[in-house]
């Protein structure tokens, strides 16, 4: 774990100053449908940002081409200084990038404990371990940390596809969270949660360490608005309109194309 | 493999607490008990049974169990295992010696039976790397061409592996003062290698490789978006299981003492996919469950069929119908028929509904 603790350390010193993130011209065709079009987004460390849009307007897409799972057809992407465009997803989750899913990708095979503990390996060394762990094991301690503080302690033996809808959306969170992320990307990770459920993420999400930025796609105003510190407007493909989030909210443009714009 | 494939039959290891105590409490009498019967055999079956039955059956159920780990842990149905065992065979046929003296290099088996071992895996792992970019019925494709292609090279290569005839007279060294293809001696040194390539298997599905590997057959595209190298995970994935096979090639080509391109063609690679099939790719033991109807319904069944007035080379009739009733009945195989039976005991006959007092905590399967 100290090895891999100063890696991450000299990476932070080594990129200290660079952006969480850097978009510049990032386009992705589908055959002659641009989904994406020369978006240009910078994050900083520990930014937050929410990204809204109605549907189709490209957020989820955006996430996809930031972690790898499609390349994108222009532009590059920069994380924490380092050019990404062309590095496999893998590779950038190990340079401190997570994501969740907005519709849940779990492991419905395995246990709650074996999902997080996965994750938890993932961005460790021995992924090829044919050992067990030991009960002391590092990764194992951190994984039940993670179970705990996405309240799934009492599901931690269930197997994931036993797992109701809230509580898989819960352990997307935990996954992504695992293994000192730097920059995460949540995908709609309220959607379909009950009030309460939407209480408990929020405070999830504004408790997170102040260095963790991230980008949160998110329909709910109450829990974008909340837990971004600034917001940008995505409309076909486009970036439209970044601000604040009072800015935003008050913006007519953007109260006639979305918030008004009867989208359900 | 669809993710949602895994609800019922797989929680009989996925819903199983973590042993608490001493790994030995842990294990159930009825382990126990098959343990002590298997150890015991030789004074209870004639030489035969021991050779024949019980020999093969560890050595197809390696072989299977080398595609139950592909297949049940990692979604990859390798049809490739049978050729791996095969290409073992004849490296150590080759490298060690055998009645072709002017092939086979008469190395001790200390050498030979290393090298023949990876020789297999580096093949296995080749073949793995061929096969890990492609999904489902494709592995299967690619897998089966290779399995194709290993037979009909090794058929028409005779400055190496001496074309039709392939390598007789590779006979087990005879270590310890002991003739290891005597019945009993051959049984307990097959037995051996088979309850330990099944324990190895049971114990890395809960290794962070096993729980990896089956991580990647659940969903691979997560595993990504959690820093796992998919593809070199599936390939290690082939790499491992070719060390199972390898070992059972090896025991193979010494319990017939002879190894030829028959042994791996395609009849052979088809059997190890039913055998895997019919005893259930839930489980390591399923394999061994399903090598062992295999090889009785392969012995008998030309006695049941001449029995009944019937030619006796029909005998694969016999275990095609056998798979089609095990596969109609259940698509888990053996061990999907037991869990369904122990399902049915936990119902309660009124309602249909699970009694409960055996959910989500202690489910055990077959062994």
């Known amino acids: 774990m100290t090895a891999r603790a100063s890696t991450v350390a000299s990476r932070i010193s080594a990129t200290g100053t660079a952006n969480a993130l850097e978009l510049r011209g990032l386009t992705r065709m589908f055959g002659a449908l641009a989904a994406l079009t020369d978006i240009n987004l910078t994050v900083r460390p520990g930014e937050r940002r929410a990204v809204l849009g109605s549907n189709g307007a490209g957020k989820t897409t955006l996430f996809n081409c930031i972690t790898g799972d499609f390349p994108p057809t222009a532009g590059t992407i920069r994380l924490f200084g380092e050019d990404v465009t062309h590095f496999p997803p893998h590779e950038r989750i190990r340079r401190g990038l997570r994501r969740t899913y907005q519709i849940s990708l779990l492991f419905a095979g395995l246990s709650v404990r074996d999902n997080v503990y996965l994750a938890c390996r993932g961005v460790s060394r021995y992924r090829f371990s044919l050992l067990r762990p030991r009960r002391d094991d590092a990764l194992m301690a951190s994984a039940e940390g993670l179970i705990e503080a996405v309240h799934l302690s009492d599901a ?16 997307e969170v935990a996954l992504a969270l695992a293994g000192a992320p730097r920059f995460v990307l949540f995908d709609e990770p309220a959607a379909g949660l009950s009030p309460t459920e939407r209480r408990e993420l929020v405070e999830i999400l504004t408790n997170l360490p102040s260095h963790m930025g991230f980008i949160i796609i998110e329909h709910d105003m109450d829990v974008a608005l909340r837990v971004a510190e600034s917001v940008t407007m995505m409309h076909n493909g486009r970036i439209f309109k970044e601000g604040k989030p009072a800015e935003i909210e008050s913006d007519a443009e953007v109260q006639a194309l979305y918030l008004g714009g009867g989208h359900g | 493999m669809a993710v949602t494939d895994h609800g019922t039959g797989q929680g009989a290891e996925g819903r199983r607490a973590p042993a608490h105590g001493t790994w030995i409490e842990s294990i159930p009498p009825a382990v126990w008990a098959l343990g002590a019967v298997l150890l015991l055999m030789p004074a209870l079956a004639n030489d035969f049974v021991l050779y024949q039955i019980f020999g093969w059956t560890f050595i197809l159920g390696m072989i299977g169990l080398s595609l139950m780990f592909l297949a049940g842990y990692g979604g990859m149905v390798s049809l490739v295992q049978m050729s791996v065992a095969g290409m073992a065979g004849y490296m150590v046929a080759i490298f060690g010696s055998s009645a072709i003296e002017t092939i086979s290099l008469g190395w001790p088996w200390y050498l ?34 290779i399995a194709s292609a290993f037979f009909y090279f090794t058929r028409q290569n005779y400055v190496i592996f001496n074309g039709f005839s392939g390598f007789n007279g590779v006979l087990p060294p005879q270590l310890f003062g002991v003739d290891w293809r005597q019945a009993v001696p051959f049984y307990y040194l097959t037995l051996f290698w088979a309850v330990l390539s099944y324990l190895a298997v049971l114990y890395v599905r809960r290794a962070p490789f096993g729980l990896a590997l089956q991580g990647v057959r659940d969903n691979p595209r997560r595993m990504r978006a959690l820093g796992f190298n998919v593809t070199a995970h599936r390939i290690a994935a082939y790499s491992l299981a070719a060390v199972i096979a390898a070992i059972a090639g090896i025991l193979l080509t010494w319990q017939s003492a002879q190894i030829s391109p028959g042994t791996a063609g395609v009849g052979p690679v088809i059997d190890i996919l039913i055998i895997a099939v019919v005893g259930g790719l839930r489980h390591p033991i399923g394999p061994f469950i399903g090598a062992l109807i295999y090889v009785v319904l392969s012995t008998f069944a030309i006695d049941i069929l001449t029995g009944l007035g019937l030619a006796g080379e029909r005998f694969r009739l016999l275990i095609g119908l056998g798979f089609l009733v095990i596969v109609f009945f259940s698509p888990d195989g053996v061990l999907g028929l037991w869990e369904k039976w122990r399902a049915s005991g936990r119902r309660d006959p009124l309602t249909g509904e699970d009694r409960g007092e055996d959910r989500g905590g202690n489910r055990e399967g077959g062994a």
């Open chain 1, 156 to 171: 931690r033996e269930t197997l994931v596809g036993d797992l109701s809808y809230g509580q898989q959306r819960q352990l």
């Open chain 2, 112 to 145: 030979s039976v290393p090298v023949a071992i990876l020789i297999a895996v580096a093949f296995g792992t080749v073949a793995g790397a061929l096969a890990v970019r492609t999904e489902g019925i494709y592995t299967i494709m690619i897998t089966l061409a």
